[in-house]
């Protein structure tokens, strides 16, 4: 692919570390977003006539999400394995007490449809305290092609850390990541590694992500629909030209971008979302596999799902906090900057303001100001659900009812998640650790 250069937005912009350190540094900026907020709505509410500048914002992101939607993707190809230079794939399984579920990992990478030997297999066990490595011992002796990596205790960074210590031992031109739970179909490379080809700044694919436990209760029932909204907006962003990005589970990068990039950050929760803004900020696409998806399980009760969407959501907004100088300059396109700033307001911005906006309203005694944001990022939800279900699942009448009321109940938790997430991280260091998805197999 074209040579791209990565540099970090931040070294001229950011404080001497005797000043302020990495984490205070990260606090401050969350602290000075949630004021600039919380004074804006009080703004607004002391200036009535500044809400027709609300309905005018709601307008424009309306505008842009009636365009998102309407875009046309672009078909897939398939890799003819009978062609010359196919690439060597690295494949990365990181794995901390996953006993139960790696033989099923490893088995569906055995029945991937691709040279064995232009495939890198490793997992990387990460000072596992459970059957891990005896498990992964069977499994070498039935797959004498799998490599395991095991780490020592203490070792730090969690999943980065893991990533980036096997990185070296590696030897594919493409590296692709699977978490300990997924399942892999057979024909995934085949259908992934021509997107990689596709273009000279194409620099990583992710794949759709679904829940193999769908069935199990409302919980998994609500991540699979939840899965299908994401990826149908991953779909329309990468089409019209916007921020594509990394799910973890299920992608796949050249290998020289990553190493350009400095490999994966061991200094956040997230690391797919992390990499993701690194990748753009070098100049690289991401594209988005549709078909067909990479399944891992969901999980099964309302506290583990809390403490994994509060991971996902300091993730995700600590790359705005890390990297917001890119998202300024000239390293992204118009369309890409405009992107980000649709989806960071209603992710981040509208949820932190909605406290601010009802106390003003009842102790002003009258309506709230940002209702008409509230409508327009409720609308995207549901005009995605809709449009997303029908080409995943093709559901028709009441059956397309009842998962979109489900859903939309479902979804409300990511308001109370992303309040107390951005209200925390002023106050608190950034979490390294976090409640561990027991995965069952």
């Given at each position: 692919?074209?040579?791209?250069?990565?540099?970090?937005?931040?070294?001229?912009?950011?404080?001497?570390?005797?000043?302020?350190?990495?984490?205070?540094?990260?606090?401050?900026?969350?602290?000075?977003?949630?004021?600039?907020?919380w004074t804006g709505v009080y703004l607004l509410h002391q200036f009535p006539v500044l809400r027709w500048g609300v309905?005018?914002l709601s307008l424009l992101i309306l505008g842009y999400i009636t365009w998102l939607f309407q875009a046309e993707s672009?078909?897939?190809?398939?890799?003819?394995?009978?062609?010359?230079?196919?690439?060597?794939?690295?494949?990365?399984?990181?794995?901390?007490?996953?006993?139960?579920?790696?033989?099923?990992?490893?088995?569906?990478?055995?029945?991937?449809?691709?040279?064995?030997?232009?495939?890198?297999?490793?997992?990387?066990?990460?000072?596992?305290?459970?059957?891990?490595?005896?498990?992964?011992?069977?499994?070498?002796?039935?797959?004498?092609?799998?490599?395991?990596?095991?780490?020592?205790?203490?070792?730090?960074?969690?999943?980065?850390?893991?990533?980036?210590?096997v990185l070296p031992l590696t030897v594919g031109s493409v590296v692709a990541v699977f978490d300990a739970d997924a399942?892999?179909?057979?024909?995934?490379?085949?259908?992934?590694?021509?997107?990689?080809?596709?273009?000279?700044?194409?620099?990583?694919?992710?794949?759709?992500?679904?829940?193999?436990?769908?069935?199990?209760?409302?919980?998994?029932?609500?991540?699979?629909?939840?899965?299908?909204?994401?990826?149908?907006?991953?779909?329309?962003?990468?089409?019209?030209?916007?921020?594509?990005?990394?799910?973890?589970?299920?992608?796949?990068?050249?290998?020289?971008?990553?190493?350009?990039?400095?490999?994966?950050?061991?200094?956040?929760?997230?690391?797919?979302?992390?990499?993701?803004?690194?990748?753009?900020?070098?100049?690289?696409?991401?594209?988005?596999?549709?078909?067909?998806?990479?399944?891992?399980?969901?999980?099964?009760?309302?506290?583990?799902?809390?403490?994994?969407?509060?991971?996902?959501?300091?993730?995700?907004?600590?790359?705005?906090?890390?990297?917001?100088?890119?998202?300024?300059?000239?390293?992204?396109?118009?369309?890409?900057?405009?992107?980000?700033?649709?989806?960071?307001?209603?992710?981040?911005?509208?949820?932190?303001?909605?406290?601010?906006?009802?106390?003003?309203?009842?102790?002003?005694?009258?309506?709230?100001?940002?209702?008409?944001?509230?409508?327009?990022?409720?609308?995207?939800?549901?005009?995605?659900?809709?449009?997303?279900?029908?080409?995943?699942?093709?559901?028709?009448?009441?059956?397309?009812?009842?998962?979109?009321?489900?859903?939309?109940?479902?979804?409300?938790?990511?308001?109370?998640?992303?309040?107390?997430?951005?209200?925390?991280?002023?106050?608190?260091?950034?979490?390294?650790?976090?409640?561990?998805?027991?995965?069952?197999?």
């Amino acid at each position: 692919m074209e040579e791209l250069v990565w540099r970090d937005p931040e070294e001229v912009w950011q404080a001497p570390e005797w000043l302020l350190t990495p984490a205070q540094r990260r606090r401050l900026k969350a602290l000075m977003v949630l004021v600039t907020v919380w004074t804006g709505v009080y703004l607004l509410h002391q200036f009535p006539v500044l809400r027709w500048g609300v309905v005018a914002l709601s307008l424009l992101i309306l505008g842009y999400i009636t365009w998102l939607f309407q875009a046309e993707s672009e078909a897939t190809p398939t890799l003819t394995l009978s062609a010359t230079g196919i690439p060597k794939v690295s494949l990365l399984i990181p794995a901390k007490n996953e006993a139960a579920v790696l033989p099923n990992v490893i088995a569906s990478v055995a029945a991937l449809d691709y040279p064995q030997s232009h495939l890198d297999v490793w997992v990387i066990d990460d000072a596992s305290t459970d059957a891990t490595p005896e498990v992964l011992a069977d499994l070498q002796r039935t797959y004498p092609w799998l490599q395991v990596h095991r780490r020592l205790p203490g070792s730090g960074g969690g999943k980065s850390g893991a990533l980036n210590e096997v990185l070296p031992l590696t030897v594919g031109s493409v590296v692709a990541v699977f978490d300990a739970d997924a399942r892999l179909p057979a024909d995934l490379l085949q259908r992934a590694l021509p997107l990689l080809q596709g273009g000279e700044k194409v620099g990583a694919v992710q794949v759709r992500k679904a829940i193999a436990n769908a069935t199990e209760n409302a919980w998994t029932q609500g991540q699979a629909a939840e899965m299908i909204l994401d990826a149908y907006l991953q779909q329309q962003r990468v089409a019209v030209g916007g921020f594509g990005e990394l799910r973890g589970n299920g992608q796949l990068v050249h290998r020289s971008l990553l190493v350009g990039c400095g490999g994966w950050n061991e200094s956040t929760v997230t690391d797919d979302l992390d990499l993701s803004f690194k990748l753009h900020l070098a100049g690289a696409e991401i594209a988005f596999l549709p078909d067909p998806p990479v399944y891992e399980e969901g999980v099964t009760g309302g506290i583990r799902l809390w403490h994994q969407r509060s991971r996902w959501a300091e993730g995700g907004y600590q790359r705005f906090l890390d990297y917001w100088p890119g998202m300024l300059g000239q390293q992204l396109s118009p369309v890409k900057r405009l992107d980000l700033a649709v989806f960071f307001l209603n992710q981040y911005l509208l949820p932190m303001a909605l406290v601010p906006d009802f106390l003003w309203a009842a102790l002003m005694d009258h309506s709230p100001m940002l209702w008409p944001l509230g409508v327009v990022a409720y609308l995207t939800i549901v005009w995605a659900l809709w449009s997303g279900h029908r080409q995943v699942a093709d559901r028709r009448g009441w059956a397309m009812v009842k998962v979109m009321l489900l859903t939309l109940v479902y979804m409300l938790h990511w308001v109370p998640v992303m309040i107390v997430t951005t209200a925390r991280m002023c106050v608190q260091p950034k979490r390294l650790h976090w409640v561990k998805t027991e995965h069952k197999g």
